[in-house]
Nanobody
């Protein structure tokens, strides 16, 4: 069974920094993409930063230049460095990975449990 376990959320003042981590464990053949989504009450979950393993990264426009995603395939871990945090970055952040299981010819999305990031003065 595949599990994604997140850590690193918390409370930070505007302009501050946080680092989120997410480790993938379990039995799988390959990870194709890892990254982070976020969700606020009443809103849909949206992609923040994702990285194709060995390939390009995607960033939501509002976080470009402030956030950095690093998917480490060897460690099966993805990080999100968040700098110059703003009030509107407050959300529950979810780790996501696109994973192929042994014996399967397709990959599916897997999710972490979510970690709260609150930016407040």
């Amino acid at each position: 069974q595949v599990q994604l376990v997140e850590s690193g959320g918390g409370l930070v003042q505007p302009g501050g920094s946080l680092r989120l981590s997410c480790e993938v464990s379990g039995s799988f053949s390959r990870i194709y993409r890892m990254g982070w989504y976020r969700q606020t009450p009443g809103q849909q979950r949206e992609p923040v930063a994702t990285q194709n393993i060995g390939g390009s990264a995607f960033y939501k426009d509002s976080v470009k230049g402030r956030f950095a995603v690093n998917a480490d395939d060897a460690k099966k871990t993805v990080y999100l460095e968040m700098n110059n945090l703003r009030l509107d970055d407050t959300a529950v952040y979810y780790c996501n990975a696109l994973i192929q299981l042994p014996g399967s010819d397709r990959a599916n999305d897997y999710w972490g449990q979510g970690t709260q990031v609150t930016v407040s003065s």
